[in-house]
């Protein structure tokens, strides 16, 4: 599981050989069982909440992005199969970087749906066939988070795509399709997460003074 945290791109690449599928049809329905498991029915999880090693084979095509100005998400974690796409290592570039530059106003618009509605986001996606680079069909779903002060920053994010993925990097298109999904999500802050009291400390004890 700690692929997931730190993704090792150059090993990604080496293991991109022609039997290496980036497929895995059920990895969009388990991560987002996994998340919607985090809250109650129709809230934002809390970013805090996650356990990498509750998210399986799935954490290979997962993603985390954080929210650093409009229509930006940063990748801050990736797994192995996402680093194949990109061609390198990831970790601390937009999400913009797997899509092309015509693309990427669209992408844009939809980052925001996702942290400021907030809302469960899933794109159908396309990579054209180029020399060495089959054509890939793909999706990717995001999974709003927030954060302990209830201000949506993060997402869990899903990329799968169909097929060998050639040498890369790989650059996606947003499909002008039907499936595009928008499901808002509940606005109201999730309660504030209970604090331990340090360990050899004072209990708390309730004082009434009627003075």
């Known amino acids: 599981m700690a692929r997931f945290w730190n993704t090792d791109g150059h090993n990604a690449r080496n293991r991109s050989g022609a039997d290496f599928m980036v497929t895995n049809p059920t990895a969009l329905v388990e991560l987002e069982s996994y998340?919607?498991?985090?809250?109650?029915?129709?809230?934002?999880?809390?970013?805090?909440?996650?356990d990498p090693a509750l998210i399986g084979d799935v954490i290979e095509d997962a993603l985390i992005l954080e929210r650093v100005a409009p229509g930006v998400a940063r990748i801050r974690v990736a797994g192995q199969r996402i680093a194949v796409?990109?061609?390198?290592?990831?970790?601390?570039?937009?999400?913009?970087?797997?899509f092309t530059p015509g693309d990427r106003g669209r992408l844009a618009t939809q980052?925001?749906?996702?942290?400021?509605?907030?809302?469960?986001?899933?794109?159908?996606?396309?990579?054209?066939?180029?020399?060495?680079?089959?054509?890939?069909?793909?999706?990717?779903?995001?999974?709003?988070?927030?954060?302990?002060?209830?201000?949506?920053?993060?997402?869990?994010?899903?990329?799968?795509?169909?097929?060998?993925?050639?040498?890369?990097?790989?650059?996606?298109s947003i499909l002008d399709d039907p499936s595009i999904r928008h499901e808002p999500l509940d606005r109201a802050p999730l309660d504030p997460p209970r604090r331990r009291p340090a360990a050899g400390g004072p209990a708390l004890r309730l004082v009434v003074d009627n003075a």
């Open 85 to 98: 796409l990109a061609g390198s290592e990831p970790r601390g570039m937009p999400l913009s970087v797997l």
């Open 111 to 172: 980052v925001e749906v996702a942290f400021r509605m907030p809302s469960v986001v899933e794109l159908p996606l396309r990579a054209a066939r180029a020399p060495g680079r089959p054509a890939l069909s793909g999706r990717l779903l995001l999974l709003p988070l927030c954060d302990d002060a209830g201000s949506v920053s993060r997402c869990l994010c899903a990329l799968v795509a169909d097929g060998n993925p050639g040498g890369g990097p790989r650059r996606f």
């Open 35 to 50: 998340w919607r498991g985090l809250a109650p029915a129709g809230r934002v999880p809390r970013r805090s909440a996650l």
